[in-house]
Nanobody, 118 residues
Framework: QVQLVESGGGLVQPGGSLRLSCAASGSIFSMNNMGWYRQVPGKQRELVASIFTASGTTNYADSVKGRFTISTDNAKTTVYLQMNSLKPEDTAVYYC???????????WGQGTQVTVSS
């Protein structure tokens, strides 16, 4: 059993910044990747950014490159998403995700709303 708890969402003005956090707990052995996805009503959930916890290798959606930065804490159990220069198009529910080796199913957080609006 793995729990992912997100925080940091909210309402922000265009051009502003937010920092999302996701803390993993429980049976997190073999967790090797953490990331953030987002979903808008009526659209498919899409990858925003991910990071391999062992190597630090990152991956970003083209739409957020140069604006968002994903990172982990030293224990590699918390993942952050620093979001700068936010645009209205970034408005979505953001979900934390964790992947595991050895064939374990991925884990998902409950989601946190990010709204970028004037």
């Amino acid at each position: 059993q793995v729990q992912l708890v997100e925080s940091g969402g909210g309402l922000v003005q265009p051009g502003g910044s937010l920092r999302l956090s996701c803390a993993a707990s429980g049976s997190i052995f073999s967790m090797n990747n953490m990331g953030w996805y987002r979903q808008v009503p009526g659209k498919q959930r899409e990858l925003v950014a991910s990071i391999f916890t062992a190597s630090g290798t990152t991956n970003y959606a083209d739409s957020v490159k140069g604006r968002f930065t994903i990172s982990t804490d030293n224990a590699k159990t918390t993942v952050y998403l620093q979001m700068n220069s936010l645009k209205p198009e970034d408005t979505a529910v953001y979900y934390c995700n964790a992947k595991f080796s050895w064939g374990r199913n991925a884990a998902w957080g409950q989601g946190t709303q990010v709204t970028v609006s004037s």
